[in-house]
């Protein structure tokens, strides 16, 4: 999926490099990172889609996993970074981020009511609008409401937002003075362009990929069913890197099943290192050897809501 200066794509192999970013999280094989929106061209070209159905089945399909993979923002010249706060909402409006800003709405009315003591001359003056906006973004974090209802129009971090950006922003009618879907996802003012997903994650959701990941040989044959299942052949093929799907998946079903997954007050959420460490002790692993299989918390966490507003255009 190479992308060169004609915007010609190359499905043939994985890519150290896709529309001028650098397509890697780390130096290791599961570093090997894939941009959404080359998904979109090879479904295009390999499936011979047109460039909308072939959206809203990367969308479907992404939807559908039983995983949400992890998202990276990848860049030029240096490794990706992973999709997080702000980055993760990709320009839309979450619960916290709009009670922040409804907050300090509510803050500067509410000086502004008390002539007494703000706006008279030589009176105290309206906080800077950065200050105001700590302040808002604190009470949100003490678990704080706006006065005002919220609106339904809201979103998730994480997947449920992109999944508004490729929806919304990759359904494009007419695009003015862009000749060709290859040229379309290679365009810098294309919203979502840097977002990308492991290579594993690709070909685990699309089928994208995988002929380009290593086969694990004898492993590839073992069969998973239970915790009991995973310890023996752990135990037989202790070398075993990246370990095959079935068996992070049953991995993150056991951990989901115990309570692992936390969310805090201001609805973020992390993982139990109590539970993984616990369920490390009965595949016979360590606690980080099992924080590293759970990168990609399930999608029952996350809700989507009907519709979206966008506090600002979508990120790359």
Not at 117 to 131: A, C, H, N, T, Y
Request: hydrophobic share 40%.
């Amino acid at each position: 999926m190479a992308t060169n200066e004609t915007n010609q794509t190359n499905h043939s192999q994985w890519p150290q490099t896709s529309a001028g970013l650098h397509m890697r999280a780390d130096a290791t094989d599961a570093g090997r990172l894939v941009r959404l929106a080359d998904v979109v061209l090879w479904l295009i070209e390999s499936e011979g889609m047109p460039r909308i159905p072939a959206v809203h089945r990367l969308a479907d399909e992404l939807e559908a996993a039983r995983f949400e993979p992890a998202l990276f923002l990848v860049q030029a010249g240096d490794y990706a970074k992973q999709a997080e706060g702000d980055d993760a909402t990709f320009g839309y409006h979450t619960l916290q981020s709009w009670a922040a800003v409804a907050i300090a709405q509510e803050i500067v009315a509410d000086m502004r009511r008390d002539p007494w003591r703000f706006g008279l001359e030589g009176g105290l003056r309206l906080p800077d609008s950065q200050v105001i906006a700590r302040v808002a973004k604190a009470k949100v974090a003490q678990g704080e409401l706006p006065r005002t209802h919220p609106p339904a129009d809201l979103v998730s971090a994480g997947v449920p937002a992109l999944l508004r950006l490729l929806r919304t922003c990759w359904t494009w009618d007419r695009w003015s003075g862009v000749t060709s879907d290859a040229e379309a996802f290679t365009h810098r003012r294309l919203p979502g362009r840097a977002v990308a997903v492991r290579l594993t994650d690709a070909a685990r959701i699309w089928g994208y990929g995988a002929d380009w990941l290593p086969v694990a040989g004898a492993v590839s044959g073992t069969k998973v069913a239970t915790l009991a299942d995973l310890r023996a052949a752990l135990e037989s093929h202790p070398t075993s890197k990246p370990w095959p799907d079935e068996w992070v998946v049953l991995l993150r079903a056991e951990f989901s099943d115990r309570g692992g997954w936390v969310r805090r007050a201001n609805g973020s959420r992390y993982a139990s290192s109590k539970i993984a460490e616990q369920l490390g002790k009965d595949i016979g692993r360590t606690r980080q050897a099992v924080l590293r299989y759970l990168k990609e918390p399930p999608g029952a966490w996350e809700t989507t809501f009907d519709r979206l507003t966008p506090k600002a255009a979508g990120r790359q």
